[in-house]
């Protein structure tokens, strides 16, 4: 368990900023915040289970940009109509087609480029079926 203002050595991934990432509590649940963001407004945040550990892997603007559009493009697999899986074989396929383990292959976890290849294989695989 995470106590709020507790800093769990997560730097902040805003470019330029020498912050760090703190438990902070909301009407939303617990997020992690930037240190810095009273000071310069950094933006630098990251969502918290509820026990307070972090969701992922803390990333910039952008690199949550792209998560966002690769969880849109994965979701099409599982989710709604026209599903061609359910979500435990969605994750299975997306290990296989990413070539990670089943500890690497979560999108709270990926990079910008990591992101961008899902896509890729995403609309190959779209394309194909």
């Known amino acids: 368990m995470v106590n709020p203002g507790e800093v769990k050595d997560l730097k902040c991934p805003e470019p330029g900023c020498d912050g760090e990432l ?21 933006p630098g ?3 918290a289970h509820p026990d307070g550990t972090p969701l992922g892997i803390p990333a910039s603007k952008e690199t949550k940009q792209a998560r966002m559009k690769a969880h849109a493009a994965f979701d099409r697999l599982w989710k709604g109509r026209g599903a061609r899986m359910n979500r435990h074989q ?3 396929w997306m ?11 979560h999108i709270g976890r990926f990079t910008i480029e990591q992101c961008e290849a899902l ?9 194909a079926g």
């Open 22 to 42: 703190v438990l902070k509590p909301s009407k939303y649940g617990q997020f992690y915040g930037c240190t810095n963001w009273a000071k310069t407004g950094c």
């Open 45 to 47: 945040a990251h969502g």
């Open 90 to 92: 969605a994750y299975v």
């Open 95 to 105: 290990r296989r087609a990413m070539c990670m383990t089943e500890a690497e292959a």
């Open 119 to 127: 896509c890729r294989i995403l609309s190959e695989e779209c394309d």
